[in-house]
Protein backbone atom coordinates (compact mmCIF):
# COMPACT_ATOMS: atom_id res chain seq x y z
CA UNK A 1 0.00 0.00 0.00
CA UNK A 2 1.17 3.52 -0.61
CA UNK A 3 0.01 6.46 1.26
CA UNK A 4 -2.24 9.09 -1.09
CA UNK A 5 -2.34 11.99 1.11
CA UNK A 6 -1.35 15.94 0.75
CA UNK A 7 1.47 17.74 2.05
CA UNK A 8 -0.83 20.88 1.82
CA UNK A 9 -4.48 21.49 3.23
CA UNK A 10 -7.54 23.03 1.37
CA UNK A 11 -6.87 26.17 3.29
CA UNK A 12 -3.22 26.19 2.29
CA UNK A 13 -4.44 25.06 -0.94
CA UNK A 14 -6.63 28.45 -1.55
CA UNK A 15 -4.03 30.93 -0.59
CA UNK A 16 -1.81 29.47 -2.77
CA UNK A 17 -4.76 29.47 -5.94
CA UNK A 18 -5.39 32.74 -4.99
CA UNK A 19 -1.60 34.16 -6.30
CA UNK A 20 -1.25 31.26 -8.80
CA UNK A 21 -3.57 30.94 -11.24
CA UNK A 22 -5.23 27.59 -11.77
CA UNK A 23 -4.28 24.76 -13.02
CA UNK A 24 -0.67 24.70 -11.74
CA UNK A 25 1.78 21.58 -10.84
CA UNK A 26 3.24 22.01 -7.62
CA UNK A 27 6.61 20.39 -5.97
CA UNK A 28 7.27 18.93 -2.62
CA UNK A 29 10.86 19.94 -1.70
CA UNK A 30 11.15 18.75 1.91
CA UNK A 31 10.25 15.31 0.08
CA UNK A 32 12.31 15.43 -2.71
CA UNK A 33 15.02 15.99 -1.21
CA UNK A 34 14.23 12.95 1.47
CA UNK A 35 13.98 10.80 -1.17
CA UNK A 36 17.08 12.08 -2.69
CA UNK A 37 18.81 10.82 -0.11
CA UNK A 38 17.21 7.60 0.43
CA UNK A 39 18.82 7.11 -2.63
CA UNK A 40 22.32 7.84 -2.36
CA UNK A 41 22.12 5.99 1.19
CA UNK A 42 21.00 2.70 -0.36
CA UNK A 43 24.18 3.04 -2.70
CA UNK A 44 26.56 4.21 -0.10
CA UNK A 45 28.34 1.15 -0.39
CA UNK A 46 29.50 1.81 -4.33
CA UNK A 47 32.39 4.26 -4.27
CA UNK A 48 31.28 7.00 -6.77
CA UNK A 49 27.67 6.50 -7.04
CA UNK A 50 26.03 9.03 -8.89
CA UNK A 51 22.37 9.50 -10.16
CA UNK A 52 22.08 11.80 -13.23
CA UNK A 53 18.23 13.09 -12.93
CA UNK A 54 16.61 12.49 -16.15
CA UNK A 55 16.00 15.82 -17.32
CA UNK A 56 13.26 15.34 -19.33
CA UNK A 57 11.07 14.17 -16.29
CA UNK A 58 11.13 17.42 -14.62
CA UNK A 59 13.05 20.15 -17.16
CA UNK A 60 12.75 22.67 -14.28
CA UNK A 61 15.62 24.56 -13.49
CA UNK A 62 14.63 25.00 -9.56
CA UNK A 63 14.03 21.54 -8.87
CA UNK A 64 17.30 21.05 -11.00
CA UNK A 65 19.42 23.06 -8.52
CA UNK A 66 17.55 21.71 -5.59
CA UNK A 67 18.64 18.01 -6.90
CA UNK A 68 22.34 18.99 -8.04
CA UNK A 69 22.60 20.57 -4.06
CA UNK A 70 21.51 16.68 -3.19
CA UNK A 71 24.94 15.23 -5.80
CA UNK A 72 23.20 14.38 -8.80
CA UNK A 73 23.86 15.18 -12.32
CA UNK A 74 21.56 15.51 -15.23
CA UNK A 75 20.37 12.86 -17.86
CA UNK A 76 20.37 14.92 -20.88
CA UNK A 77 19.07 14.02 -24.29
CA UNK A 78 18.99 16.94 -26.32
CA UNK A 79 20.38 20.25 -26.76
CA UNK A 80 17.80 22.48 -24.87
CA UNK A 81 18.35 20.00 -21.97
CA UNK A 82 22.02 20.48 -22.31
CA UNK A 83 20.92 23.84 -21.85
CA UNK A 84 19.18 23.64 -18.74
CA UNK A 85 21.64 21.77 -16.79
CA UNK A 86 24.32 24.26 -17.77
CA UNK A 87 22.08 27.02 -16.67
CA UNK A 88 21.42 25.58 -13.67
CA UNK A 89 25.28 24.94 -13.11
CA UNK A 90 25.42 20.94 -14.01
CA UNK A 91 28.33 20.63 -16.27
CA UNK A 92 31.41 18.39 -17.05
CA UNK A 93 31.55 14.73 -16.25
CA UNK A 94 28.18 15.83 -14.40
CA UNK A 95 26.61 15.73 -17.60
CA UNK A 96 25.51 12.19 -19.17
CA UNK A 97 24.30 12.77 -22.84
CA UNK A 98 22.14 9.90 -23.25
CA UNK A 99 20.33 10.43 -26.75
CA UNK A 100 19.46 8.77 -30.10
CA UNK A 101 19.11 9.74 -33.49
CA UNK A 102 21.04 12.62 -32.48
CA UNK A 103 21.76 15.83 -35.00
CA UNK A 104 25.47 16.89 -35.28
CA UNK A 105 25.02 20.14 -33.42
CA UNK A 106 24.00 18.69 -30.11
CA UNK A 107 27.02 15.95 -30.17
CA UNK A 108 29.39 19.34 -30.79
CA UNK A 109 27.17 20.84 -27.74
CA UNK A 110 27.77 17.74 -25.56
CA UNK A 111 31.31 18.33 -25.83
CA UNK A 112 31.37 21.62 -25.74
CA UNK A 113 30.02 21.33 -22.27
CA UNK A 114 32.79 18.44 -21.45
CA UNK A 115 29.59 15.72 -20.91
CA UNK A 116 29.90 11.96 -20.67
CA UNK A 117 28.59 10.65 -23.95
CA UNK A 118 26.75 7.84 -24.36
CA UNK A 119 26.03 6.35 -27.78
CA UNK A 120 23.22 4.73 -28.85
CA UNK A 121 24.49 3.06 -32.49
CA UNK A 122 28.33 1.62 -33.41
CA UNK A 123 27.58 3.86 -36.34
CA UNK A 124 27.41 6.87 -34.20
CA UNK A 125 31.52 6.40 -32.85
CA UNK A 126 32.51 7.71 -36.54
CA UNK A 127 29.32 9.87 -36.98
CA UNK A 128 30.76 11.78 -33.63
CA UNK A 129 34.45 10.97 -34.15
CA UNK A 130 33.78 13.28 -37.69
CA UNK A 131 31.33 16.15 -36.45
CA UNK A 132 32.60 16.37 -32.81
CA UNK A 133 36.01 14.75 -32.33
CA UNK A 134 36.07 11.36 -29.95
CA UNK A 135 36.30 12.25 -26.06
CA UNK A 136 38.73 10.30 -24.15
CA UNK A 137 35.87 8.80 -22.05
CA UNK A 138 33.08 7.30 -24.13
CA UNK A 139 30.11 4.81 -22.76
CA UNK A 140 27.70 2.74 -25.07
CA UNK A 141 24.01 1.98 -24.28
CA UNK A 142 24.02 -1.89 -24.53
CA UNK A 143 20.52 -3.27 -25.55
CA UNK A 144 20.31 -6.88 -24.16
CA UNK A 145 17.42 -7.93 -26.44
CA UNK A 146 16.17 -11.50 -25.73
CA UNK A 147 18.44 -11.64 -22.33
CA UNK A 148 15.66 -9.24 -20.88
CA UNK A 149 11.75 -9.86 -20.75
CA UNK A 150 9.56 -6.75 -21.82
CA UNK A 151 8.24 -4.12 -19.97
CA UNK A 152 4.85 -2.16 -20.53
CA UNK A 153 6.15 1.21 -21.49
CA UNK A 154 9.19 0.55 -23.45
CA UNK A 155 8.10 -3.21 -24.91
CA UNK A 156 10.54 -6.14 -25.38
CA UNK A 157 14.09 -4.84 -25.81
CA UNK A 158 14.42 -6.40 -29.22
CA UNK A 159 11.30 -4.85 -30.58
CA UNK A 160 13.36 -1.05 -29.19
CA UNK A 161 14.79 1.46 -31.43
CA UNK A 162 17.50 1.96 -28.42
CA UNK A 163 21.49 0.95 -28.24
CA UNK A 164 24.01 -1.88 -29.62
CA UNK A 165 23.71 -5.54 -29.94
CA UNK A 166 25.86 -7.69 -27.83
CA UNK A 167 28.08 -8.00 -30.55
CA UNK A 168 27.94 -4.53 -31.50
CA UNK A 169 29.15 -3.19 -28.14
CA UNK A 170 31.96 -5.58 -27.90
CA UNK A 171 33.38 -4.48 -31.73
CA UNK A 172 32.02 -0.89 -30.69
CA UNK A 173 34.79 -0.68 -27.44
CA UNK A 174 37.25 -2.18 -29.21
CA UNK A 175 36.77 0.28 -32.70
CA UNK A 176 36.47 3.30 -29.78
CA UNK A 177 40.23 1.58 -28.21
CA UNK A 178 41.93 1.82 -31.62
CA UNK A 179 41.11 5.36 -32.40
CA UNK A 180 42.43 6.11 -28.73
CA UNK A 181 39.38 6.63 -26.21
CA UNK A 182 40.98 5.51 -22.80
CA UNK A 183 38.10 5.82 -20.07
CA UNK A 184 34.95 3.33 -20.81
CA UNK A 185 31.49 3.23 -19.62
CA UNK A 186 28.41 0.66 -20.51
CA UNK A 187 24.67 1.80 -20.36
CA UNK A 188 21.59 0.02 -20.58
CA UNK A 189 17.81 1.16 -19.88
CA UNK A 190 15.07 -1.38 -20.81
CA UNK A 191 12.51 -0.91 -18.30
CA UNK A 192 10.27 1.70 -17.52
CA UNK A 193 7.86 2.68 -14.56
CA UNK A 194 9.01 -1.10 -13.49
CA UNK A 195 8.25 -1.96 -9.33
CA UNK A 196 10.18 -5.26 -9.27
CA UNK A 197 13.57 -3.97 -7.45
CA UNK A 198 15.28 -7.25 -8.84
CA UNK A 199 14.90 -6.31 -12.26
CA UNK A 200 17.12 -3.84 -11.70
CA UNK A 201 19.35 -6.12 -9.76
CA UNK A 202 18.92 -8.03 -13.06
CA UNK A 203 20.21 -5.17 -15.30
CA UNK A 204 23.29 -4.73 -12.87
CA UNK A 205 23.96 -8.01 -13.26
CA UNK A 206 23.97 -8.17 -17.02
CA UNK A 207 25.99 -4.97 -17.60
CA UNK A 208 28.82 -6.15 -14.64
CA UNK A 209 29.05 -9.55 -16.66
CA UNK A 210 30.00 -7.60 -19.99
CA UNK A 211 32.12 -4.82 -18.62
CA UNK A 212 33.95 -7.86 -17.02
CA UNK A 213 34.36 -9.66 -20.23
CA UNK A 214 34.75 -6.67 -22.66
CA UNK A 215 37.77 -5.27 -20.23
CA UNK A 216 39.34 -8.55 -20.30
CA UNK A 217 38.53 -9.71 -24.18
CA UNK A 218 39.95 -5.91 -25.25
CA UNK A 219 42.43 -4.93 -22.26
CA UNK A 220 39.96 -1.72 -21.42
CA UNK A 221 39.17 0.07 -18.31
CA UNK A 222 35.76 0.66 -17.34
CA UNK A 223 35.56 3.31 -15.29
CA UNK A 224 31.46 2.71 -14.76
CA UNK A 225 28.13 0.83 -15.16
CA UNK A 226 25.01 2.89 -16.00
CA UNK A 227 21.70 1.02 -14.98
CA UNK A 228 19.58 3.51 -16.44
CA UNK A 229 16.85 5.40 -15.28
CA UNK A 230 13.01 3.23 -15.20
CA UNK A 231 12.31 2.77 -11.25
CA UNK A 232 8.64 2.90 -10.76
CA UNK A 233 6.37 4.39 -8.81
CA UNK A 234 3.33 2.99 -7.12
CA UNK A 235 1.02 4.84 -8.85
CA UNK A 236 -2.03 3.16 -7.50
CA UNK A 237 -2.95 2.93 -3.71
CA UNK A 238 -2.21 -0.79 -4.05
CA UNK A 239 1.01 -0.48 -5.24
CA UNK A 240 4.46 -0.51 -3.08
CA UNK A 241 6.62 1.22 -3.40
CA UNK A 242 10.50 -0.20 -4.87
CA UNK A 243 12.40 -0.52 -1.80
CA UNK A 244 15.89 0.79 -2.51
CA UNK A 245 17.92 -0.64 -0.07
CA UNK A 246 16.81 -4.05 -1.45
CA UNK A 247 18.17 -3.05 -4.99
CA UNK A 248 20.92 -1.18 -3.56
CA UNK A 249 22.10 -4.53 -1.36
CA UNK A 250 21.16 -6.93 -4.93
CA UNK A 251 23.16 -5.03 -6.98
CA UNK A 252 26.10 -5.09 -3.96
CA UNK A 253 26.10 -8.66 -4.13
CA UNK A 254 26.49 -9.05 -7.98
CA UNK A 255 28.90 -6.67 -7.53
CA UNK A 256 30.92 -8.21 -5.12
CA UNK A 257 30.35 -11.78 -7.16
CA UNK A 258 31.25 -10.23 -10.43
CA UNK A 259 33.37 -6.68 -10.32
CA UNK A 260 35.93 -7.69 -7.59
CA UNK A 261 37.06 -11.06 -9.09
CA UNK A 262 36.99 -9.52 -12.80
CA UNK A 263 39.66 -6.76 -10.79
CA UNK A 264 37.52 -3.88 -12.37
CA UNK A 265 37.05 -2.47 -8.44
CA UNK A 266 36.81 0.49 -8.09
CA UNK A 267 33.95 0.27 -10.59
CA UNK A 268 31.58 3.45 -10.47
CA UNK A 269 27.47 2.66 -10.33
CA UNK A 270 25.90 5.15 -11.71
CA UNK A 271 21.86 5.64 -12.52
CA UNK A 272 19.65 7.96 -14.81
CA UNK A 273 16.58 8.13 -12.98
CA UNK A 274 13.74 10.31 -13.93
CA UNK A 275 10.02 9.10 -12.46
CA UNK A 276 11.45 7.85 -8.99
CA UNK A 277 13.07 11.21 -8.33
CA UNK A 278 10.30 13.14 -8.77
CA UNK A 279 7.40 11.87 -9.60
CA UNK A 280 4.89 11.23 -6.30
CA UNK A 281 6.31 14.95 -5.30
CA UNK A 282 4.51 16.88 -7.53
CA UNK A 283 0.86 17.44 -8.02
CA UNK A 284 -1.46 19.24 -10.52
CA UNK A 285 -4.21 21.05 -9.02
CA UNK A 286 -6.84 22.37 -11.06
CA UNK A 287 -10.42 23.93 -10.17
CA UNK A 288 -14.16 22.38 -10.67
CA UNK A 289 -15.69 24.19 -13.56
CA UNK A 290 -18.64 21.91 -14.79
CA UNK A 291 -20.40 19.02 -13.13
CA UNK A 292 -22.54 17.76 -15.56
CA UNK A 293 -25.51 14.60 -15.42
CA UNK A 294 -26.31 13.05 -18.77
CA UNK A 295 -25.68 8.90 -19.18
CA UNK A 296 -23.03 9.45 -17.17
CA UNK A 297 -21.98 11.84 -14.30
CA UNK A 298 -18.65 14.27 -15.06
CA UNK A 299 -16.24 16.43 -13.52
CA UNK A 300 -15.00 18.80 -15.74
CA UNK A 301 -11.56 20.70 -14.92
CA UNK A 302 -10.05 23.71 -16.27
CA UNK A 303 -7.06 21.31 -16.63
CA UNK A 304 -6.47 19.02 -19.33
CA UNK A 305 -4.51 16.89 -20.77
CA UNK A 306 -1.97 18.84 -22.41
CA UNK A 307 -1.40 19.51 -18.55
CA UNK A 308 -0.60 15.95 -17.86
CA UNK A 309 -1.44 13.19 -20.66
CA UNK A 310 -0.23 10.36 -19.20
CA UNK A 311 -3.94 9.00 -18.44
CA UNK A 312 -4.99 9.63 -22.02
CA UNK A 313 -1.84 8.59 -23.46
CA UNK A 314 -1.04 5.21 -21.55
CA UNK A 315 -4.46 4.37 -19.95
CA UNK A 316 -2.43 5.39 -17.06
CA UNK A 317 -3.83 5.60 -13.28
CA UNK A 318 -3.30 8.61 -11.35
CA UNK A 319 -5.04 9.11 -7.92
CA UNK A 320 -7.18 12.28 -7.37
CA UNK A 321 -8.50 13.70 -4.16
CA UNK A 322 -10.60 16.21 -4.06
CA UNK A 323 -8.96 19.17 -1.61
CA UNK A 324 -11.14 19.07 2.18
CA UNK A 325 -13.18 16.12 1.32
CA UNK A 326 -10.55 13.55 2.22
CA UNK A 327 -12.78 11.81 4.65
CA UNK A 328 -16.25 12.47 2.73
CA UNK A 329 -18.14 9.25 1.94
CA UNK A 330 -16.41 7.81 -2.07
CA UNK A 331 -19.92 7.44 -2.62
CA UNK A 332 -20.05 9.02 -6.19
CA UNK A 333 -18.37 7.78 -9.62
CA UNK A 334 -17.03 10.43 -12.10
CA UNK A 335 -15.38 10.69 -15.63
CA UNK A 336 -12.63 13.37 -14.45
CA UNK A 337 -12.27 15.41 -17.72
CA UNK A 338 -10.55 18.36 -19.42
CA UNK A 339 -11.44 20.52 -21.59
CA UNK A 340 -9.76 19.28 -25.19
CA UNK A 341 -11.99 18.56 -28.05
CA UNK A 342 -10.67 14.87 -27.62
CA UNK A 343 -12.71 12.35 -26.16
CA UNK A 344 -9.86 10.71 -24.57
CA UNK A 345 -9.51 13.81 -22.40
CA UNK A 346 -10.22 12.80 -19.11
CA UNK A 347 -7.69 11.98 -15.60
CA UNK A 348 -9.91 9.30 -14.64
CA UNK A 349 -12.77 7.33 -15.78
CA UNK A 350 -15.50 5.61 -13.32
CA UNK A 351 -13.45 6.60 -10.22
CA UNK A 352 -14.94 7.00 -7.13
CA UNK A 353 -14.80 10.30 -5.65
CA UNK A 354 -16.98 12.33 -2.75
CA UNK A 355 -19.81 13.59 -4.03
CA UNK A 356 -18.16 17.60 -6.58
CA UNK A 357 -18.71 20.78 -6.43
CA UNK A 358 -18.27 23.84 -9.25
CA UNK A 359 -15.34 25.12 -7.62
CA UNK A 360 -13.50 22.31 -5.40
CA UNK A 361 -10.01 22.30 -5.59
CA UNK A 362 -9.08 18.94 -7.40
CA UNK A 363 -5.45 17.21 -6.63
CA UNK A 364 -3.80 15.32 -8.88
CA UNK A 365 -1.36 13.26 -7.64
CA UNK A 366 2.11 11.77 -9.19
CA UNK A 367 2.47 14.29 -11.49
CA UNK A 368 6.34 15.47 -10.95
CA UNK A 369 7.48 13.28 -13.38
CA UNK A 370 6.60 13.06 -17.31
CA UNK A 371 3.83 15.63 -16.69
CA UNK A 372 4.66 19.28 -17.14
CA UNK A 373 7.63 18.08 -18.57
CA UNK A 374 4.81 16.36 -21.79
CA UNK A 375 2.41 19.07 -22.35
CA UNK A 376 1.31 20.87 -25.15
CA UNK A 377 -0.65 23.01 -26.86
CA UNK A 378 -3.52 21.82 -28.79
CA UNK A 379 -6.26 23.48 -28.96
CA UNK A 380 -4.34 26.51 -28.23
CA UNK A 381 -4.09 25.45 -24.58
CA UNK A 382 -1.16 27.10 -22.75
CA UNK A 383 1.27 25.61 -20.80
CA UNK A 384 0.39 26.01 -17.06
CA UNK A 385 2.75 27.19 -14.38
C1 LIG B 1 13.38 8.31 -20.10
C2 LIG B 1 14.79 7.98 -19.80
C3 LIG B 1 15.26 7.98 -18.49
C4 LIG B 1 14.37 8.25 -17.30
O1 LIG B 1 13.31 7.37 -17.21
P1 LIG B 1 12.40 7.30 -15.88
O2 LIG B 1 11.39 6.26 -16.22
O3 LIG B 1 11.82 8.65 -15.70
O4 LIG B 1 13.30 6.90 -14.76
C5 LIG B 1 16.59 7.71 -18.27
N1 LIG B 1 17.42 7.46 -19.30
C6 LIG B 1 17.02 7.43 -20.57
C7 LIG B 1 18.00 7.14 -21.64
C8 LIG B 1 15.68 7.69 -20.87
O5 LIG B 1 15.27 7.66 -22.14
Redesign the pocket.
Known amino acids: MSQKTLPFSRQKLEQIAARVPTPFHIYDERAIRENARRLVGAFSWAEGFKEFF?V??APNPYLMKILHAEGFGA?C?SLPELILAERAGITGEEIMF?SNDTPPEEYRAARGLGAIINLDDISHISFLEEHAGLPELLSMRYNPGSLKGGNAIIGHPEEAKYGFTRDQVMEGFRVARDKGVRRFGLHA?VA??ELDPQYFVETADILFRLAAEAAQVLGIAFEFVNI????GIPYRPDQEAVDLEIAGQGIRERYDAIIGPAGLHPLKVFM?????ITGPYGYLVAQVLHVKHTYKDFVGLNANMANLMRPALYGAYHHITVAGKESAPHDRTYDVTGSLCENNDKFAINRALPEVEVGDLVVIHDAG??GHAMGFNYNGKLRSA
Request: glycine fraction near 20%; hydrophobic fraction near 30%; charge should be neutral.
Open positions: AKADSSMSNGGGIECGRLAH
